[in-house]
């Protein structure tokens, strides 16, 4: 009996071994590949006319396989699938995907580009706030085009914090108040919103 056991359960496992093996192709797709910036402004002139004058256009993405990789590809992904399929699932359009997978081609770069932060440790990333929900990038000039920080902020402090954070706006109108709304100091003063390993994403332990 258990020898018949054994051996079902053994063609079993080959049975879906095999179903996961001819499905694998079609659930994973053709390896996508870089295509490069002139491919995409045959589409997207403009953007890339942006792009040309921004500091995104100095910026060098290192592939696994040790590439160099510059241009439209080092924020939106490899883009043959793209050519192959012009609509926006074949491409990373930071409108409908996942705020997780938004924020990590943001990190690629920027992850190494600044020791402070630390994104994955932070209560934005747990309750999946993405980068480009407080850095406007989606059909943005303002992001194509952006030489400062301050281009492509969706709104200054504290009203771009207000959009999550509206309890805070009553409380800075209490007798007792951090001068937030008189303009002597932000919310970042006090909060890293980038991520710590501090309760509240404080900047100090203290």
């Excluded at 081609?105 to 020791?115: E, G, I, K």
Aim: hydrophobic share 35%; proline share 4%; glycine share 6%.
């Amino acid at each position: 009996m258990r020898d018949r056991t054994r051996r079902r359960n053994w063609i079993a496992g080959w049975q879906a071994l095999t179903l996961i093996c001819l499905a694998a192709p079609a659930l994973l797709g053709a390896v996508r590949t870089y295509v490069g910036t002139e491919t995409c402004a045959q589409c997207h002139s403009d953007n890339a006319k942006w792009l040309a004058g921004s500091v995104h256009a100095t910026a060098v993405l290192k592939t696994k396989d040790g590439k160099k990789i510059t241009g439209c590809e080092t924020c939106h992904g490899p883009g043959s699938a793209h050519i192959e399929d012009l609509t926006p699932k074949t491409i990373l359009t930071f409108q409908n995907e996942p705020a997780a997978q938004r924020s990590a081609a943001c990190l690629q770069c920027h992850a190494s580009l600044d020791a402070r932060l630390n994104l994955r440790s932070g209560d934005h990333d747990r309750r999946k706030v993405a980068c480009d929900q407080c850095h406007t990038v989606t059909g943005s000039k303002a992001f194509h085009a952006m030489r400062a920080v301050g281009d492509v902020m969706g709104r200054a402090e504290p009203a771009l914090c207000y959009r999550c954070h509206a309890e805070k706006r009553a409380s800075f109108a209490l007798p007792c108040h951090h001068p937030v709304k008189e303009g002597f100091m932000r919310c970042t003063s006090c909060h890293e919103p980038h991520g710590t390993f501090t309760r509240h994403q404080l900047r100090t332990r203290n």
